[in-house]
């Protein structure tokens, strides 16, 4: 698993690669959570590259989503592979998870968040 990060203006958005599972869960959060710590209020996740994800994954990305809802912010996934997007939908996380087709998408999302001042 290999976890990139770039920004678009105030979102940071973060692309994983491989699988996240029971082996890996821990790194993953560790590595999401360290992303996340940059300050960065507004997150896509783009799961584009996952090509699977197991319960402990799925726990990780909840986890982040938690994380920002408490730090007012936002996390959006795009990208997911069908039968990625498969899990999250028979899990029920889908009702729970802001998910977008596609990165655009996904920013558009964000931007439609009033900006409080």
Do not use: W
Not at 37 to 65: F, H, K
């Amino acid at each position: 698993m290999n976890i990139l990060s770039e920004k678009n203006g105030a979102v940071r958005i973060i692309s994983v690669i491989g699988q996240i599972n029971s082996g890996n869960a821990a790194e993953a959060e560790t590595q999401l959570l360290a992303q996340l710590q940059q300050g960065d209020t507004y997150c896509v996740l783009d799961l584009a590259e996952v090509d699977y994800i197991s319960s402990a994954g799925l726990r990780v990305v909840l986890m982040l989503a938690k994380r920002q809802k408490q730090n007012a912010g936002q996390l959006v996934l795009c990208r997911l592979q069908p039968h990625v997007h498969e899990v999250f939908d028979i899990s029920g996380f889908l009702s729970i998870l802001s998910v977008a087709p596609d990165r655009t998408a996904a920013l558009a999302r964000i931007a439609q968040v009033p900006v409080s001042t």
